[in-house]
């Protein structure tokens, strides 16, 4: 039985965000894209109860820790693509910059991603695609677009560029197994976030401007 506002009397402001916070915490920490529910109760000392008066279940969740972060990434790209002065190319070093430290702070966000869409129905699958995923490939279009009529960039197919960026920042960023059993190193330091936002900006940007 769904547990009504009576049964969670006493809950602190914020607790909803708290459990997104938590959650997001969690899957980052432990390198994975699921939680367990007493581990979140845990850690955000609050009573799981509360994940299904929130959210309905643990998928629901999920769906909204993507939606938190989606709609960060979206808006701040729209505001980006829309900012005037700044010419295509400084808007894209910028945008790849902007990526990197996403990753770092969310690396799970394309395994989850992927995980709600499969698991979801044909209709809650488009949701997320035209929210999410499409207008990045749009703001793809313009950046690349602008830079090839301001001659900066060479002729770049906008879809291909998308699953280039995205794969570089994904593959490192849920690599900490990788670097633990191959370089001893089972952390992602800022220090190795600033060393691979310099090489993954030198490698794209090295690729689509104007020889």
């Known amino acids: 039985m769904a547990k009504g506002e009576s049964e969670v ?9 708290l459990l997104l916070d938590t959650a997001s915490e969690i899957m980052r920490d432990g390198d994975v894209i699921d939680i ?36 960060a990434i979206v808006t701040s790209v729209d505001a980006l693509v829309a900012k005037d002065g700044w010419d295509p190319e400084a808007k ?12 770092y702070m969310v690396p799970y966000l394309n395994r989850l991603t992927m995980r709600v869409i499969r698991e979801s129905d044909d209709t809650e699958a488009r949701r997320i695609a035209d929210s999410y995923l499409s207008p990045m490939y749009r703001a793809y279009e313009q ?14 197919d906008p879809q291909l560029f998308y699953f280039t960026v ?26 190795l976030r600033d ?3 310099e090489h993954t900006i030198d490698i794209i940007m090295a690729g689509i401007l104007a020889r």
């Open 166 to 191: 995205t794969g570089a920042v994904d593959r490192f960023f849920s690599a900490r197994l990788v670097l633990k059993h191959c370089f001893d190193q089972d952390t992602l330091t800022e220090g």
């Open 9 to 17: 009397a006493g809950v602190p402001p914020g607790a909803r965000a």
């Open 143 to 156: 950046l690349i677009g602008d830079g090839v009529k301001a001659g900066k960039f060479r002729e770049i």
């Open 195 to 197: 060393r691979y936002r």
């Open 92 to 103: 894209l070093r910028r945008h790849l910059w902007k990526v990197v430290d996403t990753f």
């Open 36 to 71: 367990s529910l007493s581990e979140l109760s845990l850690r955000s000392g609050l009573n799981s109860a509360l994940v299904k008066y929130y959210f309905g279940n643990k998928a629901g969740l999920l769906k909204a820790l993507l939606d938190r972060d989606w709609k």
